[in-house]
């Protein structure tokens, strides 16, 4: 974690992470390279036309610039500042699915299915469920790959397999969007302005973790029409308007096939049993049936 010492800083590590010189933003805001340099050197505070310039060209979200003209004026702390690291230009696009460290096993159609679900407008909730283990996860990753450019502003993922507490599910949701709590707002307000009118799939894992916090769940799909979800839960939500998947185990091989001759029986199941014991034992081989 990066310690922001005073505006100056934040902007300074804002211009860089965006790859601006001084002087190109300085161009971009209209006003002298100098100013930008003492700005940032915190020798002199913007003027309020300038903070509103610069907020215009740091592609900052509409929370963060709130933040950044309170911060501009000394309102607010700059610690209270979104990352500099972390600006709108990800939330614009891309998101934050994790990459699984290993490679996909099967699941053709079951991906095939979850993406046509996830495609259709009037879907709102799609719960992927299943006993632990059967690859709830690992199918909304992927499917959540997927679909993710029809999403204008990405696939977001929100681990909640750490939280106890279903209090907790909108500050996972904040954090995984990178949205600070601001003077004033409820945590509620802040997460629906950040998402609202955004067209976004939030990805939200273990949901079995906070189940009582379906509520609030259901209150963030009523004020917010452009959200989907698509949630992993051992268990349903239940909820109006929730979509059930329930994810079933890999294939196994079918004991009426007869394989080719020195041929191992072919399925997802023992493919990924054959995978995992290579990962450890190179020369491992499934031997023929
Ligand atoms: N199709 C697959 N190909 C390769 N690996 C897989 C596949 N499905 C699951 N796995 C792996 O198996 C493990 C368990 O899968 P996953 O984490 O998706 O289960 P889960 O249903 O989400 O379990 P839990 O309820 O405990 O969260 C993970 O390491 C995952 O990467
Ligand atoms: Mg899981």
């Known amino acids: 974690m990066h310690e922001i010492a005073s505006f100056g800083h934040w902007l300074k590590l804002r211009r860089v992470a965006l790859q601006l010189s001084q002087a190109e933003l300085a161009s971009r805001v209209g006003c002298a390279a100098i100013t930008i340099r003492k700005i940032e050197a915190d020798e002199r505070r913007p003027s309020a036309q300038i903070a509103e310039l610069l907020a215009q060209h740091l592609e900052l979200t509409p929370d963060e610039r709130a933040a950044f003209l309170a911060a501009a004026q000394a309102v607010i702390s700059p610690l209270r500042l979104a990352a500099p690291f972390q600006p709108a230009a990800a939330m614009l696009t891309r998101g934050s699915l994790p990459t699984p460290p290993t490679a996909l096993v099967g699941r053709a159609a079951e991906i095939a299915a979850v993406c046509i679900l996830l495609r259709r407008n009037e879907l709102r909730v799609l719960t ?20 993710q450019s029809a999403f204008d502003d990405g696939a977001w993922f929100v681990p909640l397999a ?13 954090q995984t969007l990178g949205t600070q709590e601001l003077p004033g707002q409820t945590l509620q307000q802040t997460v629906q302005s950040a998402l609202r009118d955004r067209q976004i799939l939030l990805v939200l894992d273990n949901f079995e973790q906070i189940h009582a916090a379906v509520l609030q769940l259901a209150e963030l799909l009523a004020a917010l029409p452009t959200l989907k979800l698509l949630v992993t839960s051992r268990i ?12 079933p185990p890999l294939t196994l091989p079918n004991p009426q096939a007869e394989p080719g001759a020195g041929e191992p029986p072919a399925s997802a199941a023992v493919a990924l049993f054959a995978a995992r014991a290579q990962a450890v034992k190179p020369d491992f081989a499934i031997p023929p049936a």
Do not use: C, D, M, Y
């Not at 992927?128 to 679909?147: I, Q």
């Not at 106890?164 to 904040?174: F, G, T, V, Y």
């Not at 349903?236 to 994810?247: G, M």
């Open 128 to 147: 992927l469920t299943g006993p632990g283990g059967v690859g709830k996860t690992r199918l909304a990753l992927e499917a959540g790959r997927e679909v």
């Open 162 to 174: 750490p939280i106890a507490e279903p209090a907790l599910l909108l500050s996972a949701i904040a």
């Open 236 to 247: 349903p939500l239940r909820i109006t308007a929730e979509h059930q998947f329930p994810v």
